[in-house]
């Protein structure tokens, strides 16, 4: 009948303004959710930026650090050559060990 009809009818309204609401709302949420997922990634690009630059100034101090040391080397190699040349001039003997490694008494002059 007519009435049955508009019932349904009514009834299939109903269904769909309720299926809107729903879809409306998943759609608000998932734009929400999307919307914090870019503020993250903009976040963790800031933090990878800084991290970044923080490692470049690590690197540079590291650098820099080693560069001394190698100097401090140099320094120290370098007078600890020139105190066993002295050391060889008045006839100092070292002890070296061998291949075998057997210690063998070496005097060595430097003219």
């Not at 299926?19 to 503020?39: D, G, M, N, W």
């Not at 970044?52 to 650098?63: D, I, L, N």
């Not at 370098?78 to 066993?84: K, L």
């Amino acid at each position: 009948s007519a009435l049955d009809t508009e019932r349904q009818l009514a009834g299939s309204r109903n269904t769909l303004a309720l299926t809107e609401q729903v879809l409306t709302r998943r759609i608000e949420e998932e734009e929400k959710h999307s919307a914090s997922l870019a503020q993250q990634i903009a976040d963790q690009k800031v933090k990878q930026s800084a991290y970044a630059a923080r490692m470049a100034e690590v690197t540079v101090a590291q650098k820099d650090s080693i560069a001394r040391l190698a100097a401090t080397v140099a320094a120290v190699t370098e007078e600890a050559d020139s105190a066993r040349d002295a050391m060889l001039r008045g006839g100092a003997e070292f002890h070296k060990k061998g291949r075998k490694g057997k210690v063998q008494k070496r005097a060595v002059r430097i003219s």
